[in-house]
């Protein structure tokens, strides 16, 4: 049996757990462990803006879910449109969207840094609906790809998995 271990220590959310996923899931499992691992539950707080971050994490979900996670998502833009109809998905729930700026069709980094006053508006709104929805979830974990807003998973020491690299470029929004 292949298992795939996955740690959180102190330094993620001041979590200290682990969960591991076996690749097989329900075979060679007791009846005890099933039930714990349908216990669990995994959040995904995901960048809907383009759909690469979404079929990236639906690979994760798909595993997780048939190890018996059950799958929450949060998401923006052509993310809701996309997880409308997956059977793995629990809740899908919307949430504000960061955008960049543009000049002349392309994107624009001054265009994008004149705005940072309305950037910072929407950063709030989105810490705002992740609260809310944590709330209502209470996720064992939280699974974030492109997406900055991880303040209030901090807060209550839900451990962190960033899938893509560039959640590391700003530490706390």
């Not at 216990?39 to 048939?66: K, P, W």
């Not at 950063?123 to 974030?144: C, M, N, T, Y």
């Not at 998973?153 to 690299?165: C, F, M, Q, Y």
Request: hydrophobic content about 40%; overall charge positive; proline content about 2%.
């Amino acid at each position: 049996m292949t298992a795939i271990s996955v740690g959180f220590g102190s330094s993620l959310a001041g979590a200290n757990r682990r969960f591991c996923l076996n690749r097989n899931a329900g075979s060679g499992q007791t009846e005890r462990e099933k039930l714990q691992l349908m216990d669990q539950s995994c959040l995904f707080v995901i960048n809907g803006l383009g759909l690469g971050n979404s079929t990236r994490c639906y690979a994760v979900m798909e595993h997780l879910s048939a190890a018996g996670f059950r799958i929450h998502v949060l998401t923006s833009g052509n993310g809701l449109n996309f997880f409308q109809d997956k059977s793995c998905v629990e809740s899908l729930h919307a949430m504000e969207s960061f955008y960049y700026s543009g000049k002349d069709g392309r994107i624009s980094g001054w265009s994008t840094l004149k705005s940072l006053r309305a950037l910072a508006s929407i950063a709030k709104a989105k810490r705002g609906q992740l609260s809310r929805l944590l709330e209502q979830i209470h996720p064992d974990v939280a699974i974030v790809d492109s997406e900055y807003t991880l303040r209030p998973l901090r807060r209550r020491g839900i451990p962190i998995v960033a899938i893509n690299t560039s959640e590391m470029v700003v530490s706390n929004i």
